[in-house]
């Protein structure tokens, strides 16, 4: 069974960072394109950033491009998403997802994490 478990999410003031963290029980974590994915009420689900799954090639949102960056690290079966010049705007809940293919759209992920609440203050 896969679970995926993200953590670091917190308050922060415009301007700051955050590093979220998402550890996979998954036996061949390094065989899994990962991608992290936020959530509004009211708003559909939208991609922020995938990384392949040896972690040569990362792609971004628009909105996040130049302030988020995506790493992994597959001994410790872990993706991360440093976030730096929060905006108000950020403030979702951010979710991780594992999936097969390289894709922006989330229907595509079959493995989701229960997601780390972020919030940015102005």
């Known amino acids: 069974q896969v679970q995926l478990v993200e953590s670091g999410g917190g308050s922060v003031q415009a301007g700051g960072s955050l590093r979220l963290s998402c550890v996979a029980s998954?036996?061949?974590?390094?065989?899994?394109?990962m991608g992290w994915f936020r959530h509004t009420p009211g708003k559909e689900r939208e991609f922020v950033a995938v990384i392949t799954s040896s972690g040569g090639r990362t792609y971004y949102a628009d909105s996040v491009k130049g302030r988020y960056t995506i790493s992994r690290d597959n001994a410790k079966n872990t993706v991360y998403l440093q976030m730096n010049s929060l905006k108000p705007e950020d403030t979702a809940d951010y979710s991780c997802a594992a999936g097969t293919l390289l894709q922006w759209d989330p229907t595509e992920y079959p493995y989701w994490g229960r997601g780390t609440q972020v919030t940015v203050s102005s």
């Open positions: 998954i036996r061949t974590f390094s065989a899994y394109v």
